[in-house]
């Protein structure tokens, strides 16, 4: 089409003002202030990943250390130490951390917005984060790490057998971390549901939004009673409550049901915005539309309410009563059926799809085989008998692993080769991509297959080392071999990233051909995410061929952050929100919430101080900014 | 644009109220959060008192009711003069909003001061059995959230004295007052867990 100057300079004019009012601080005082939601989101990526490697590390001593029997390279301390690090680290630190990072980058592009709803609250659960991981790793390397290990069971976890302070620095990070998560959770839901395009309806949401939905809410109701759960334990530590002390009429299984009550459904916490991935590179890679929206959809729903459900199942071996035990032995093997659905919509989808066989579809083709591995024992050990057979043997390591690293991790990297091109405006490698896969996946298997036939044959976790003669000692050294191939494969991971940033291919904007609103705009998109704003007509925007002339979203001031609200249900356009501009509060309220939470560790009356620390941050943080001081209504000669 | 339909949204406006908000939104959320917080220990008040062969253990009363059936009275009370401060503001009556702050914010300490009283007078502490440890704890954390509401509605009630609120800015009153009648509602079914349960479910 053919503008005239004045239009074309006006429209670069209204691009350079939405960059000079969207765009980050720059330097280090800078960065301490920034609020975008992409900024946030990296943050959270690369320090997940970070943590990723201290994990794996610690697991692969672990690894080194059973590679033979009554191997003295690790003292049990350090054992102890190492697997309720790598435990914590990896649920805590990583796995949930890592998916809302990518939520926050993606979620925003995906439905349409500039931004989320409240940025400021973004940066804040990204300090709470750091702040926790930072304590916890200090305390491992000075030798006081937890070591009850990371569901720190009492009265294991209690004062009598636990007389340091390893155990307080575990509960109060891990209910700090939980302030983070909840944080999130709040933001995500808010976004979604109110700051979607124009058109986007909840039936055109793509699945991942759906997902990360599903497991906002599911961080909502799951982690509070973790967090009273940690307080109690944390009062029982410090003031001599006697929550868990069945001497003083407290009891050690409630501690079980608290912690399993989150627990179980962190998992799901986990997978299921993993399974959002999933769906996003079949629909790409298959090169159609999904088969069976709605049955995803429902499933995803499903398993979230589910998920609360089978906690018990943690607990087969407490002694609880019988008739209880097979409920929970229901809902176990209810849960395979959503998950199932999912899978068989999956498949359906492939089946008929012209496949692209690049990096993040192998991915997506690992976690089908894995994952349904996984499945398989759990329906296994839903069974009370069986799991009284193979409780706290390596059966239930293999489990979990298969289910983790299956159902999530595979996703993850899938992701992260699906979207890095989206974050950094680079391609990674595909040959590098291909050998990371398969590296990974041989790895993978080699470590953890194993583990069944050791839990089996009655290896039980969490021991430093075994004897000679029991016959364990070959499958351990595979299984050690196994671990050092998915190093190399992590290794390779790693190189592949160094060598994109540095000199790798540049992205187009949609370097996959993709269907979703994420590659509609820049890679990496422009500080101001899109302009003009789109509108959507379809369940796959950049695919869809609307009747008519392309519609877009015009009117948001460009001289301040202006995101477009639209109603809950219809995607109507209803009002624009003004957001907050950077800013250092987030930073004052997370230290002074470190105050209190460190209190707790060392001096109770460091709390209230704390307490009234957190009510001056956020006092000063919720206070008008001078522009919004006087309403336009008032002032006459404003807008 | 050339060939491209515009939806112009610039006459929207730029402050709503209600379930229009983000922000009312992020405060029901929070809400869900605290209940669960808040059902999580009223669950395990109900657990220990089942693994209990005595609810309250032995040498201790059942808790007295006169002074706390009082107290529940006068937070329940204080609900009012906030509900009629966010009404009036809704209204543009800015005079409304700071005298009904005043009146629930003072009934909210009156509350406070009754249950420091109340406290001091009880025969056992946080750390003699499971059921002193789940009282004090209850109680400490329900103390807490209606101290945050006397801080939080003294910031609400400066901004309202130098005159930020008005008939179309009044999200903040509205969200306060959200807080507050969830911090005395659920109140009520912790005064019931904790002063009739030991006497009626026995």
Same mark, same amino acid.
């Given at each position: 089409m053919d503008q005239g100057p004045d239009l074309r300079r006006a429209a670069a004019d209204e691009h350079l003002e939405l960059e000079r009012t969207w765009s980050s601080p720059c330097g280090l005082i800078g960065w301490f202030s920034h609020v975008n939601h992409r900024s946030i989101g990296r943050r959270f990526i690369v320090t997940a990943f970070v943590f990723f490697l201290l994990g794996g590390i610690q697991a692969l001593l672990m690894r080194l250390q059973l590679a033979s029997p009554e191997s003295g390279l690790i003292d049990p301390d350090t054992y102890r130490q190492l697997f309720t690090m790598h435990g914590t680290t990896m649920m805590f630190f990583f796995a949930v951390p890592v998916m809302e990072g990518f939520a926050m980058y993606l979620v925003p592009l995906m439905i349409g917005s500039?931004?989320?709803?409240?940025p400021r609250m973004n940066a804040f659960g990204y300090y709470v984060y750091l702040i926790a991981g930072v304590v916890l790793y200090g305390a491992f390397f000075l030798g006081m790490a937890p070591d009850a290990g990371w569901f720190a069971y009492v009265p294991l976890a209690g004062?009598?057998?636990?007389?340091?302070?390893r155990m307080d620095f575990w509960a109060t990070m891990v209910t700090f971390i939980e302030v983070s998560a909840l944080v999130a959770a709040v933001e995500l839901i808010v976004t979604i549901l109110k700051q979607r395009a124009v058109g986007m309806t909840f039936t055109r949401m793509p699945l991942f939004v759906w997902a990360v939905l599903v497991m906002a809410f599911m961080i909502l109701f799951a982690m509070p009673p973790l967090m009273i759960g940690s307080v109690m334990l944390a009062l029982d530590r410090t003031v001599g409550t006697h929550f868990f002390n069945p001497a003083a009429g407290g009891d050690v299984v409630l501690w079980q049901h608290v912690f399993w009550f989150f627990g179980h459904p962190e998992v799901y916490i986990i997978f299921i915005p993993a399974l959002g991935m999933v769906s996003s590179i079949v629909i790409t890679f298959a090169r159609r539309p999904i088969f069976g929206y709605k049955a995803l959809v429902l499933s995803l729903v499903a398993t979230g309410f589910i998920g609360f459900g089978l906690w018990v199942h943690h607990m087969f071996a407490t002694g609880l009563p019988y008739l209880g035990m097979s409920f929970f032995t229901a809902a176990s093997m209810l849960i395979a059926i959503p998950s199932g659905v999912q899978i068989f919509c999956w498949i359906a989808t492939l089946w008929d799809g012209r496949l692209v066989f690049r990096t993040p579809l192998l991915f997506v083709l690992g976690f089908l085989v894995i994952f349904v591995a996984g499945g398989v024992t759990g329906v296994m050990i839903a069974s009370v008998p069986f799991d009284l057979q193979v409780h706290d043997t390596f059966f239930i390591v293999a489990h979990f692993h298969y289910v983790l690293i299956g159902g999530a991790v595979f996703p993850l990297f899938g992701g992260v080769y699906y979207w890095f091109p989206k974050i950094t405006g680079r391609m990674l490698s595909e040959r590098l991509g291909q050998w990371n896969f398969w590296t990974m996946a041989v790895g993978f298997n080699v470590t953890f297959f194993p583990m069944h036939q050791l839990g089996l044959e009655g290896m039980p976790r969490r021991v430093y080392t075994y004897v000679d003669g029991l016959g364990w000692d070959n499958l351990n050294l595979l299984a050690t071999v196994g671990a050092l191939i998915l190093t190399l494969s992590v290794l390779i991971f790693l190189v592949n990233v160094a060598i994109s940033l540095r000199s790798g291919a540049e992205a187009s904007a949609d370097p996959w051909a993709a269907d979703s609103l994420e590659w509609a705009t820049g890679s990496p998109p422009p500080s101001y995410n899109f302009h003009p704003l789109p509108v959507v007509r379809g369940r796959y925007p950049r695919w869809e061929k609307a009747e008519g002339p392309p519609v877009v979203v015009i009117g948001l001031r460009g001289d301040r952050r202006e995101v477009l609200v639209t109603q809950t249900m219809e995607a109507t356009p209803d009002y624009r929100s003004v957001l907050p501009g950077p800013s250092f509060a987030p930073l004052w309220l997370a230290l002074a919430a470190t105050v209190a939470f460190l209190g707790v560790v060392y001096d109770v009356r460091l709390v209230p101080v704390g307490g009234l620390l957190s009510f001056a941050a956020l006092a000063w943080w919720h206070w008008p900014r001078e522009h919004e001081r006087t309403p336009p209504w008032k002032a006459g000669t404003a807008s | 644009m050339n060939g491209t339909a515009a939806i112009d949204v610039s006459h929207l406006p730029n402050l709503v109220s209600g379930g229009r908000a983000p922000l009312w939104w992020a405060m029901v959320l929070l809400l869900a959060i605290e209940g669960t917080v808040f059902a999580t220990l009223v669950v395990s008040y109900f657990y220990l008192r089942m693994v209990a062969p005595a609810w309250p253990p032995p040498g201790v009363e059942p808790p007295e009711l006169l002074l706390p059936t009082i107290n529940t009275i006068v937070l329940l009370a204080s609900s009012v003069p906030m509900y009629i401060a966010d009404r009036g503001i809704t209204k543009g009556r800015s005079r409304r909003l700071l005298v009904g702050l005043g009146i629930a914010v003072a009934l909210a300490i009156v509350f406070l001061v009754l249950k420091v009283v109340e406290y001091s007078g009880?025969?056992?502490?946080? =750390? =003699?059995h499971a059921y002193g440890s789940i009282v004090w704890t209850i109680i400490g954390f329900h103390s807490a959230h209606v101290m945050s509401l006397v801080l939080k509605s003294l910031v609400v009630g400066t901004l309202a004295w130098r005159g930020y609120f008005d008939g179309r800015r009044h999200l903040g009153v509205q969200i306060n007052g959200l807080y507050w009648h969830f911090v005395v509602a659920v109140w009520v079914p912790l005064y019931a867990v904790l002063y009739w349960a030991p006497r009626l479910l026995d």
């Open positions: 500039r931004d989320m709803a409240f004062k009598t057998f636990e007389p340091g302070l | 009880v025969s056992y502490r946080w =750390d =003699d």
